[in-house]
């Protein structure tokens, strides 16, 4: 199944460390970051999940739910969690899928949808492909997708700037220029004519080039 921003995630019902969770409903009217691994007690996802453990307070802050998933059956996630704890120093508290039916991996395109089989003797390399975050917003639409390989960790800072990002253009209408972090200036909209822009910016605005207005970050 081929994804693409702005697609509504598909729902799934699945078991996690915190019971058996319906994803649209477990998202409510929240943002969500769905974050995938191709095994447990792999040593990059080790590092990935404890410091997801460690920020889950910034996601909090953004009205974002946090839930990973990995291709292996939740008792194995609960005997992992306990090795992420000591060699991390933070527990995940946020759930964690166990897909050793490979369905969700499939679903979100992570799997060819043709495979056959369960987690049972598949190994980190067989599911390399699922290394993927999704950021999903209230309307459960995708708003953001990333793959990385498996020898690379993943930049969870830039998924918080990204939503920051998100949640400030929706309110605004306003985009955010190239390494944009929170605060900083950013870019009227092109969509919004100079008229407009007198209305909205009262301020006003810099502009290098007439399609390049740049405005303090609203507040």
């Known amino acids: 199944m081929s994804l693409r921003i702005n697609d509504v995630a598909p729902n799934f019902t699945a ?11 477990w998202i409510g009217d929240s943002w969500a970051v769905l974050f995938s691994h191709p ?3 792999t040593p990059v ?18 009205n974002c739910k946090i839930i990973g998933l990995s291709v ?16 991390q ?9 166990g897909d050793s039916d490979l369905a969700v991996s499939k679903l979100y395109g992570m799997l060819p949808a ?10 980190a390399a067989t599911n390399a492909t699922v290394r993927s975050v999704f950021v999903v917003g209230p309307d459960k639409k995708i708003k953001l997708m990333l793959s990385y390989p498996m020898t690379t960790g993943r930049n969870f800072d830039e998924i918080l700037r990204v939503i ?14 190239v390494n944009w972090k929170q605060g900083e200036d950013v870019i009227i909209a092109g969509s919004v004519t100079d ?5 909205l910016f009262p301020a006003g605005w810099k502009a290098p080039k007439p399609y390049l207005r740049i405005v303090k970050q609203p507040r």
């Open 15 to 25: 078991k996690t460390t915190q019971g058996t969770v319906n994803f649209h409903q």
């Open 39 to 41: 095994k447990d007690f």
């Open 45 to 62: 996802c080790t590092t990935e999940l404890g410091y997801m453990a460690k920020i889950e307070p910034e996601f909090a802050k953004r």
């Open 72 to 87: 292996d059956p939740v008792e194995n996630h609960q005997s992992w969690a306990k090795d992420i704890e000591e060699t």
């Open 89 to 97: 120093g933070y527990l995940p508290k946020y759930p964690m899928i």
């Open 114 to 123: 043709e495979e056959t089989g369960t987690s049972e003797g598949r190994t």
């Open 164 to 177: 920051d990002s998100m949640q400030l253009t929706l309110q605004h209408k306003v985009a955010t220029p």
């Open 195 to 199: 008229e407009d822009a007198k209305k």
